[in-house]
């Protein structure tokens, strides 16, 4: 395929501070590929997503291009931490429980001070304050105040290698290199991905460094807020700010879907053009061909597949099942039925009672918790064998030969989050989105400002993974409906 003009101004983009809004199926990856080839005596850093983003690129980019994720390059603050015996004993998620055992604790306030140290790993600030205790948690737990004193000395536990009940997530040893003198001087440019989704600790760091920074990502994309990232596009000035609007994935009728939403409720004025030649959209998915159910929630994920056990295909969940928590639904309905002395999960062993439990779900608006009470609430004693009958239905991707999934046959279920990057010929929405219209007034579409813009986000990138047809959900298509007989009722005679 020839560069496009879009693509080609990326390629002969000047200046040191450099911005390419690429909307979804823009070929943004490819037109970073090509930056890299144009640009062959620079010393380029590409620097991605995720893991799996990044092995993409090392089997793609140019010899001059080395691809890393910002976890992998502050590794090495962690091995010269703990050492490389130690990094292992060191490095990984600690429990509330083990917190609460730790400092004498209850295990509400634990996870309070866990989450408020989640909150400020993503930030350049120099100490924990109360500005980082999650809002809604301020409202719920009265003893919050604590909850910063306990965060610090939390974090000193961390960072000391002699404590190895005390772990240091990753997020921590990327926030200390972040936050250290750390340079990039071996290279020239860094060519960030998915710069909607950078924190801003990240992002300060690369703003520090004296490289040109080329920050390619799609604002509408920006869907990890609750991980602490930001819309990095627009978090700093640019010399020069270029799109890519050309979406290769999809033709003009899924592009009219995404359009809508961008424009009236985010008050986008830039256009995506469909330019993919798939044959003509459609809005109904064939059942007898492969399709995707992307949901906004694991709970949502779970009742789908449960509906589908009598389909005879193969079942693909993105991230495996473990991504699902199927084993803590499990070890939830242990708890609930009174077999705690069986519950594996050592944070979840922590609950005397389902009922405790379920009160820390309601008192911290823990999402997992919430969503293991709510699975445990509908299916109760009929949980063990119907996750043994969705994972004996699973396939794993190493099953899928060189043609990855597009070459699966199968139902592929996955959330919106998990969803990013990918692409199906067939997708169906289920209800369990944002509502689109006033809960006072069912008959008004809502507008710019009304929704949540991370709401919004969440079903743009959703509908976007569909190539093909996209079998939209029953609030989405009464919404599509009523804004087009809007504009038509504009139209003149």
Partial sequence: MRPTAEQLAVCGARGNRIKVVAFAGAAKTTTQELYARAHPKERILYVAFSKAVQREGEARFP??????????????????????????????????????????????????????????????????????????????????????????????????????????????????????????DRYDTVLLDEAQDTSPVVLDFLLRQKVKLLAVGDPHQSIFGFRGAIDAMRQFESDQTLYLTQSFRFGPGLAEIANMLLGRLKGERKLIHGVADPGETLFRVDVRRPYAVITRTNVTVFDEAVSRLRDKRRFHFVGGPQSLRFDKILDAFLLWSG?????????????????????????????????????????????????????????????????????????????????????????????????????????????????????????????????????????????????????RALEPA
């Fill in 63 to 184: 010899r001059n291009t080395t691809c890393r994720t910002t976890h992998s390059l502050a590794f090495v603050l962690a091995l010269k931490y703990f050492g490389k015996d130690g990094v292992s004993r060191k490095v990984g998620d600690t429990w509330p429980s083990v917190v609460a055992q730790e400092f004498g604790v209850s295990v509400v306030l634990a996870y309070v001070a866990l989450r408020t140290l989640q909150a400020w790993f993503a930030t350049t600030n120099r100490g924990i304050t109360e500005e980082h205790v999650p809002e809604e948690l301020r409202q719920r737990v009265p003893d919050w105040v604590y909850a910063v004193e306990l965060a610090q000395r939390v974090w000193r536990a961390m960072a000391d290698p002699g404590n190895p009940r005390i772990r240091m997530p990753h997020d921590g040893y990327l926030r200390a290199w972040a936050t250290s003198a750390a340079k990039l």
């Fill in 339 to 487: 077999r705690r002395v069986e519950v594996r999960d050592a944070y979840l062993r922590t609950f005397s009672s389902f009922e405790e439990l379920k009160d820390l779900a309601e008192q911290t608006e823990d999402a997992e918790l919430r969503m293991l009470v709510k699975v445990v609430d509908k299916y109760r004693d009929g949980i063990p064998e119907l996750i043994e009958e969705i994972e004996a239905k699973h396939q794993d991707a190493s099953e899928f030969g060189s043609a990855g999934l597009k070459g699966f046959e199968g139902i592929v279920f996955c959330t919106a989050h998990k969803s990013k990057g990918l692409e199906f010929e067939q997708v169906i929405l289920t209800d369990d989105y944002a509502g689109l219209f006033d809960p006072e007034d069912k008959k008004r579409p809502l507008g710019p400002g009304e929704i949540a813009a991370e709401d919004v986000n969440l079903l743009y990138v959703a509908i976007t993974r569909a190539r093909r047809a996209l079998q939209m959900n029953a609030e989405l298509t009464r919404w599509v409906g009523m804004v087009r007989a809007e504009r």
